[in-house]
């Protein structure tokens, strides 16, 4: 079977560009002739045929106002004037090649599969005037609209990520989306905790901006009693980084918080720490979890059936088990209180957070799902 992949980036061991590169391998392994067409990569050719298409960015410019209409304009052209042979079936993320490709292969299968929660709320993120704003919201909209409505199935990694779309462009019919569950390709052995050491708390941010809630992280740290025996360590990079790293330091106090900026490679992160804080707000991949969890290390997150939540926690983390869950911001700080002050229920959800990410998120388990998604569109389509 011929598998095309539309794709923002393949780089990396982290995020939606490492996701992609290794289902690529993994399907390529299987036997899988592949084709990818990529905003940012090297052409090449062999078992995975290559097509960078780089879309030049508005951003900045007297027009950059325009820019994602005008974006998603140069990447319908781009796509259709492309030289390339007819896939199968196509696993569409990258929103700019959508239309283009649709029209270039009418009759060819597609999953649509956005790597992040929503891609009007991908977008809003970015978005800097008013009308900047307007526009841009409204070509996402419309956009994702088109995507859901055309698109063979579109894929979703938790129900809230399904159900939060599906209520956001008013869609009641759940047969347009199919769930794959999580899977990690992390292989990991995990590391015994020192009982003596600080319980060093671990928060994972792919761009610090609100949603993800590293404020609350920082305020659950600064609320802890004097004396106790800890450390955060955030990871990543963005714009409100100052913000947080003034959120930190406003206390006074000297503290064990420690900004790391961005790394693609987050397993010495996951070896060093013994608890993941994870109290964003938009997270469907769950590929931060169950890395986490793969490396013996549990979670506490925010719980996902909150109201204004799109994460799959509640369909990862077994509450009590292979982690904890928090049913509001007062219940997240009073949790990373309770673990600091008595840390020893920490290894044994790790041990178990181990386990279940060894099986219920084994990553060939996940690429037989992809299989069977693709398969299945492939004989209906013919």
Same mark, same amino acid.
């Given at each position: 079977m011929h598998i095309r992949f539309l794709t923002a980036r393949l780089n990396g061991t982290a995020g939606a560009g490492a996701y992609d590169s290794h289902l690529i391998e993994a399907l390529a392994a299987r036997g899988h002739r592949i084709s990818v067409i990529v905003r940012a990569g090297q052409g090449q050719d062999g078992p995975v045929a290559v097509y960078p298409l780089p879309v030049a960015s508005l951003a900045g410019g007297p027009l950059g106002k325009f820019d994602l209409p005008i974006s998603l304009m140069r990447g319908r052209r781009a796509v259709r004037r492309l030289s390339c042979p007819a896939p199968d079936v196509t696993i569409a993320s990258e929103h700019l090649f959508l239309r283009g490709h649709a029209a270039k292969f009418r009759r060819r299968p597609w999953v649509y599969f956005p790597h992040a929660f929503s891609y009007p709320d991908d977008v809003e993120q970015f978005t800097v005037s008013k009308l900047h704003h307007r526009l841009s919201m409204r070509a996402a909209r419309r956009l994702q609209r088109w995507a859901v409505a055309h698109a063979d199935t579109t894929v979703r990694l938790c129900r809230t990520s399904m159900e939060g779309i599906m209520e956001q462009l008013s869609i009641e019919d759940m047969g347009r989306f199919t769930l794959v569950t999580p899977g990690t390709w992390t292989e990991a052995t995990p590391s015994r905790r020192d009982p003596s050491a600080p319980l060093r708390l671990l928060l994972v941010a792919d761009g610090l901006h609100p949603s993800t809630r590293v404020d609350l992280a920082i305020r659950a740290a600064l609320s802890?009693?004097?004396?106790?025996?800890?450390?955060l360590h955030i990871v990543g990079d963005g714009d409100d980084r100052t913000i947080y790293e003034t959120q930190a330091a406003d206390d006074g106090r000297i503290l064990p918080i420690h900004f790391?900026?961005?790394?693609?490679?987050?397993?010495?992160?996951?070896?060093?720490?013994?608890?993941? +804080?994870?109290? @964003?707000?938009?997270?469907?991949?769950?590929? $931060?979890?169950?890395?986490?969890?793969?490396?013996?290390?549990p979670v506490l997150a925010l719980d996902s059936r909150i109201k204004g939540l799109h994460t799959a926690s509640?369909?990862?983390?077994?509450?009590?088990?292979?982690?904890? +869950?928090?049913? @509001?911001?007062?219940?997240?700080?009073?949790? $990373?209180?309770?673990?600091?002050?008595d840390p020893e229920p920490v290894a044994a959800a790790g041990a178990r957070a181990h386990l279940v990410a060894s099986q219920r998120f084994a990553w060939p388990r996940h690429v037989d799902r992809w299989e069977e998604v693709l398969h299945e569109i492939v004989a209906r389509s013919r």
């Open positions: 802890l009693p004097a004396g106790s025996r800890w450390e790391h900026g961005a790394h693609d490679d987050l397993s010495p992160f996951y070896g060093r720490c013994d608890l993941l +804080l994870f109290p @964003s707000r938009l997270e469907h991949m769950g590929l $931060v979890l169950t890395g986490a969890m793969k490396h013996g290390l509640n369909e990862i983390i077994d509450n009590g088990e292979t982690g904890w +869950l928090a049913d @509001s911001d007062a219940a997240f700080i009073a949790g $990373v209180h309770r673990l600091v002050a």
